[in-house]
């Protein structure tokens, strides 16, 4: 048996797709077990951001006229040649970009060129990828009693389910990243107002609650710590605040980041700014935790009808049945 009819064969799926299966439920739950520590990487990579911006500050005082290159700066960010090649050439940038698409990048963890780059080449590789493999399985391996313009039009179909792919994962990347950040943004705001009010400059208020926040949430800590190094190389504080707001996404970040621009452009009072909005991030914690719990009976509506019930019907009538049904029932005799 050739190697082509062994992969046209639909017991042969079956068994990959179920040994693909048990791998990936393995997987889930075996990581959860394992304890990463990925506070030391995402630290690096804000410490890359901020020789960064130190160098571009740099350049400006110094009146040079081009920025520092960024490339031997941030290794980490820089992407393969080729993908920066195929999206040079084919501009890319004009087919796949709009002035969201920075934003979204940033949302979702992403900053720089290079993640620009990749994210420009997955889209027009993945639909294409698809296409390839789905036809080549539907053409030559398993073509069926179908015609071939059959095949190619579920191929194709396959490559623009594929074209949306990217966006998907971003999208989920994003979630994972914000629901982390809001949880633990209430007890970031605590920390900054004791700060505040202990005699902290926001610059050492950010630092201090970063380094603290980070067991809870490496991401708040990653942010924190950029917009402390924004701080502290921007010119605009006003630019900083609102660069973390952009970048997190979340409406509670921007209200908060919105008040401190307003007490720095107009020297009001910074703690009681943060004590309002940390009062309020309380209040919005509570509200979220009561919204679930007043969805929960109609999330139970339908397990409880489906498993729970037929159960108690079984238990509670079946005994009934056999003595009615069994030897010496009324049926029975």
């Not at 006229?65 to 941030?74: E, H, K, Q």
């Not at 190619?152 to 490559?159: D, P, Q, S």
Request: net charge positive.
């Amino acid at each position: 048996m050739g190697i082509f009819e062994l992969l046209g064969q639909r017991e042969f799926l079956i068994s990959v797709l179920a040994a693909i299966s048990a791998a990936a439920v393995v997987f889930t739950f075996g990581s959860s077990f394992i304890v990463k520590s990925e506070m030391k990487d995402r630290i690096k990579r804000v410490a890359l951001e901020r020789e960064k911006m130190r160098a571009e500050e740099m350049s400006r005082l110094r009146g040079t006229a081009t920025p520092t290159d960024a490339r031997s700066i941030r290794r980490s960010g820089e992407t393969k040649t080729y993908m920066k090649n195929v999206v040079e050439r084919f501009d890319l940038r004009k087919a796949f970009m709009d002035d969201a698409t920075v934003d979204k990048l940033a949302m979702a963890g992403f900053r720089g060129q290079g993640h620009l780059t990749t994210f420009l080449f997955m889209r027009m590789a993945t639909p294409l990828g698809i296409f390839a493999f789905a036809a080549l399985y539907l053409v030559f391996l398993n073509p069926g009693e179908r015609p071939l313009y059959l095949n190619l039009v579920y191929a194709i179909g396959a490559g623009l389910l594929g074209s949306f792919l990217p966006a998907i994962l971003l999208k989920n990347s994003t979630t994972k990243r914000q629901f982390s950040i809001k949880r633990a943004w209430p007890d970031a705001l605590d920390l900054m107002l004791l700060c505040v009010e202990a005699g902290m400059s926001m610059e050492h208020a950010f630092k201090r609650v970063a380094k603290e926040i980070g067991q809870q949430s490496v991401e708040l800590a990653e942010e924190l710590t950029l917009t402390t190094a924004e701080l502290a190389f921007l010119e605009d504080r006003g630019r900083a605040y609102d660069n973390l707001g952009r970048r997190s996404g979340l409406d509670g970040v921007k209200s908060v980041m919105t008040a401190l621009i307003q007490a720095d452009r107009y020297g009001t009072s910074v703690g009681q700014a943060l004590r309002v909005m940390a009062e309020e991030g309380r209040e919005q914690r509570m509200m979220d935790a009561e919204k679930k719990a007043a969805a929960l009976p109609p999330k139970l509506t339908v397990p409880l009808i489906l498993f729970f019930l037929p159960v108690l019907f079984i238990v509670i009538i079946a005994p009934a049945i056999i003595k009615v049904f069994g030897p010496g029932g009324v049926a029975g005799g």
